[in-house]
C-alpha cells in the first residue's frame, strides 16, 4: 500500500513538473523564435525603405548639369540581398550585385516563388533552404528582400538543444529532490500505517482471550441444558465478567479512535478540582487499605480549574489504578495536586514506591497496548491502554504529562494543567 502510495505521489508530482517544464522551456523557445523572426523582418523593413530612398538626393549646387546621382547600396548581410522589380515585372537591379552566373540564374526563382506566395511576406523553400521574404510596394514597381534562414535555424536548434538539456537535468535532478520528499513525506503515514497495524493486532489479540472464555464458558452451560441457573451460575459469572472486560475495552478503543478523529469533544466549565479530585480519592483508600499498601493524600483546597470535570476524574482513576498495580507489598501511593502560582499551572501527581520503570520505557509507556512488563500486566487485567487514555485528556486539555522513575523505584507521573 505504502509503495503504490509513493509511486502515486512520485508520478503525479514529476508529470507536473514535466508539464510546468515543458510549458516553461516551450515558451522560451517561442519568444525567441518571434524574436528572431521580428528582428529579421524588422532588418528586411529597413533595407527595402532605405532602397526607396537611394534614389532620392538632389544634385548639390555648383554641381556638373550632367550629374546623375548613383544610388547607394544598402547595407545588406551576407545572407540577404534585394531584387528592384519594375511596373512591367522586370528584374532592374539585384543588390548586391552578384557575380557568379549561377547565382545570378537563381534569381528567376526566388522571385518567382516569392510573387506565387499572396502574402507580403513569408518564407520559400530553394534548393532544400528556407529563404525569408519581404516584398515592399515604390512608386517606381516592386522590391522584394530575400533573407537565408539558415543562421536563425541555427540559432533555434542549438536553442532548442539546450532547452532539452537542461530540461532533461532539471527533470533528473527534481526527481531525485521529489524522491527524497518522498520518502520523507511518507514516514509519518508508514509510521501511523505501523502503529494502525499493530493496534488492530494487539486489540485483536485482546478481544480473543474474553471471546475465547466466553466460549468455553458458554459451551459448558449449554452441555447442561436441564440443569438450574443456580448450579450453572459460576459459568454464567465468568461470561459476565469478561463481558464486562471486554465492554470496557471497546469502550476505550471508540475513546481513542475519536481522539485520533478529533471527535472526542469536551464538556467545558469551570469546577473546583480539588473537591472533584478528593471525591475520586476516597472510595480508593479502603482498596488500598484492603491491599496492605498506604495511601497519602495532600490535595490543595479549592482549586479552580477550566476543563471536563468527568474526563480529568478519568485521567485520576487512571493514574491512581495504575499506581496500586504497580506498588509494592505494604508500599505507599502518593497523590498531590497543587498550584505552582509562579506559573499559573495545576500541578497534579501520582507516587508509588516498588520497582520503578526503566529508562528506555519512558518514551514508549504512553502507546497504546505498551506494557513495561506483559505478564504482570496480565495478572492485573490490564489490556495497556490507561496510560494512552489518561495522555489523550491531558492533551486535550492543553497540557502535559511524563513518568519520572528509576529502575528502583519509586515511580511519578507528573500532569501539569493551565488554570483557567
Known amino acids: 500500500m505504502l509503495k503504490k502510495l509513493k509511486a502515486r505521489f512520485l508520478l503525479i ?77 522586370e528584374v532592374i537591379q539585384i543588390v548586391p550585385p552578384f557575380e557568379s552566373q549561377e547565382q545570378l540564374a537563381q534569381i528567376p526563382t526566388f522571385v518567382e516563388l516569392a510573387e506565387a506566395q499572396d502574402t507580403m511576406e513569408g518564407i520559400i523553400l530553394v534548393n532544400s533552404t528556407e529563404v525569408r521574404f519581404l516584398k515592399q510596394m515604390t512608386d517606381t514597381g516592386k522590391v522584394i528582400v530575400f533573407s537565408d534562414r539558415s543562421q536563425e535555424l541555427n540559432t533555434l536548434n542549438r536553442l532548442l538543444m539546450i532547452c532539452l538539456l537542461i530540461g532533461f537535468l532539471s527533470f533528473t535532478l527534481l526527481f531525485v529532490i521529489t524522491l527524497y520528499l518522498a520518502q520523507w513525506a511518507i514516514k509519518p503515514v508508514a509510521k501511523a500505517w505501523e502503529k494502525q497495524k499493530q493496534f488492530v493486532a494487539d486489540a485483536s489479540h485482546e478481544l480473543k482471550t474474553p471471546l475465547t472464555v466466553i466460549a468455553t464458558n458458554t459451551d459448558v ?76 493524600m495532600d490535595i490543595t483546597p479549592d482549586l479552580l480549574v477550566y476543563g471536563d470535570e468527568n474526563r480529568l476524574k478519568q485521567l485520576a482513576i487512571i493514574l491512581l489504578d495504575n499506581a496500586i498495580k504497580n506498588a509494592n507489598e505494604a508500599g505507599d501511593i502518593y497523590f498531590s495536586l497543587r498550584r505552582d502560582a509562579s506559573k499559573n499551572k495545576l500541578v497534579f501527581s501520582v507516587t508509588n514506591t516498588g520497582p520503578g520503570i526503566p529508562v528506555e520505557h519512558h518514551n514508549k509507556i504512553f502507546e497504546r497496548f505498551y506494557r513495561v512488563d506483559p505478564s504482570r500486566a496480565r495478572e492485573t487485567g490490564g489490556y495497556g491502554l490507561g496510560l494512552s ?18 529502575l528502583e523505584g519509586p515511580t511519578t507521573f507528573l500532569v501539569i494543567l493551565p488554570m483557567k
Not at 389 to 406: C, D, F, L, N
Open 389 to 406: 487514555i489518561a495522555k489523550s485528556i491531558v492533551t486535550q486539555h492543553a497540557g502535559s504529562i511524563e513518568v519520572q522513575s528509576t
Open 221 to 296: 452451560v449449554l452441555s447442561n441444558p436441564f440443569d438450574y441457573v443456580e448450579n450453572q451460575s459460576k459459568w454464567l459469572h465468568y461470561i459476565k465478567t469478561e463481558t464486562e472486560r471486554m465492554t470496557k475495552l471497546v469502550n476505550d478503543l471508540l475513546y481513542l479512535a475519536k481522539v485520533d478523529d478529533d471527535e472526542a469533544l469536551l464538556h467545558q466549565s469551570e469546577f473546583n478540582i480539588s473537591e472533584a479530585f478528593t471525591n475520586v480519592c476516597l472510595p480508593f483508600e479502603s482498596i488500598i487499605f484492603e491491599s496492605n499498601k498506604h495511601f497519602h
Open 13 to 89: 508530482t514529476m508529470s507536473l513538473i514535466a508539464v510546468v517544464l515543458l510549458v516553461i522551456f516551450s515558451g522560451i523557445y517561442f519568444f525567441m523564435a518571434q524574436s528572431e523572426k521580428n528582428s529579421s523582418l524588422n532588418n528586411m523593413r529597413n533595407l527595402a525603405k532605405a532602397d526607396q530612398f537611394s534614389f532620392r538626393h538632389e544634385p548639390p549646387m555648383f554641381q556638373d548639369p550632367n550629374y546623375r546621382p548613383k544610388p547607394e547600396m544598402p547595407r545588406l548581410g551576407d545572407d540577404s540581398f534585394l531584387v528592384r522589380i519594375s511596373s512591367s515585372d
